[in-house]
C-alpha cells in the first residue's frame, strides 16, 4: 500500500509563502510523476504543477514565476514553494503520485494515489 501525507498548509497573508512537503511511503521502489492539485470552494480539482523523477515539470499558468515544485526521488518527497500568495490562492492543496512501481513485486501500482490535503488560507 501507499501512503501520501501533506503538510506545511496554513494562513498566510497576501505577497506572503509557504512550503508544502508531501512524502510517500509503503512499499515503493519508484515514482514516476508527483504533482500538486489544489481544490478551492465550489471550484473543480485543478493542477497547479507536476514533476517526473527526471525532473520535467508542468505548472499551470496562474503559477508561474511564484510556485517552485521540485522533489527529492530518495526521499519520495515532493515540496511546492509557495511565493507572492494571493487570496485567489486559498484551496485545499493535494498531493498526487502516479505511475508508482511496487517494491515488493515490481509491478506498478493500478491507480494514483491521492494524498488527505492540506489547506491554504491566504487574507487579503
Known amino acids: 500500500q501507499v501512503q501520501l501525507v501533506e503538510s506545511g498548509g496554513g494562513l498566510a497573508q497576501a505577497g506572503g509563502s509557504l512550503r508544502l512537503a508531501c512524502a510517500a511511503s509503503?512499499?515503493?521502489?519508484?515514482?514516476?510523476?508527483m504533482g500538486w492539485y489544489r481544490q478551492a470552494p465550489g471550484k473543480q480539482r485543478e493542477l497547479v504543477a507536476s514533476?517526473?523523477?527526471?525532473?520535467?515539470?508542468k505548472a499551470a499558468d496562474f503559477v508561474k514565476g511564484r510556485f517552485t515544485i521540485s522533489r527529492d526521488n530518495a526521499k519520495k518527497t515532493v515540496y511546492l514553494q509557495m511565493n507572492n500568495l494571493k487570496p485567489e490562492d486559498t484551496a485545499v492543496y493535494y498531493c498526487?503520485?502516479?505511475?508508482?512501481?511496487?517494491?515488493?513485486?515490481?509491478?506498478?501500482?493500478?491507480?494514483?494515489?491521492w494524498g488527505k490535503g492540506t489547506l491554504v488560507t491566504v487574507s487579503s
Open positions: 509503503g512499499s515503493i521502489a519508484t515514482i514516476n510523476i
Open positions: 498526487k503520485a502516479e505511475g508508482i512501481v511496487s517494491s515488493l513485486s515490481g509491478s506498478y501500482y493500478g491507480l494514483p494515489n
Open positions: 514533476i517526473t523523477s527526471g525532473g520535467s515539470i
